[in-house]
């Protein structure tokens, strides 16, 4: 079993930076799981930002390549989404996300709001 609990949303101004964090429980090692963030907006299907594999290669959606950077924290178990360059199109609800014995497992999502 995987819990996954974001944290971090928030609003933020056009241009601006913003981190969030999901932070997982899980009773097995968390360093094998390949790791996700994807997003989505009001009206929009959920989409992948991006993913980071137990070796570190990460893959990028290619609205965010170049703005977003995701990174993992094996020791403690976390995964996070570092946001550079926020657009107002980058509004929308954001889910950590994991694959395991072929089973999904989302967080509850955390709301980023990109405004002026």
């Known amino acids: 079993q995987v819990q996954l609990v974001e944290s971090g949303g928030g609003l933020v101004q056009p241009g601006g930076s913003h981190e969030l964090s999901c932070a997982a429980t899980i009773e097995l090692n968390f360093w094998f799981l390949t790791m996700d963030w994807y997003r989505q907006a009001p009206g929009k299907q959920r989409e992948l930002v991006a993913s980071?594999?137990?070796?570190?290669?990460?893959n990028y959606a290619d609205s965010v390549k170049g703005r977003f950077t995701i990174s993992r924290d094996n020791t403690e178990k976390m995964l996070y989404l570092q946001m550079n360059n926020l657009k107002p199109e980058d509004t929308a609800v954001y889910y950590c996300?994991?694959?395991?014995?072929?089973?999904?497992?989302w967080g509850q999502g955390t709301q980023v709001t990109v405004s002026s």
């Open positions: 980071i594999r137990s070796s570190g290669a990460t």
């Open positions: 996300h994991t694959v395991r014995n072929g089973v999904n497992f």
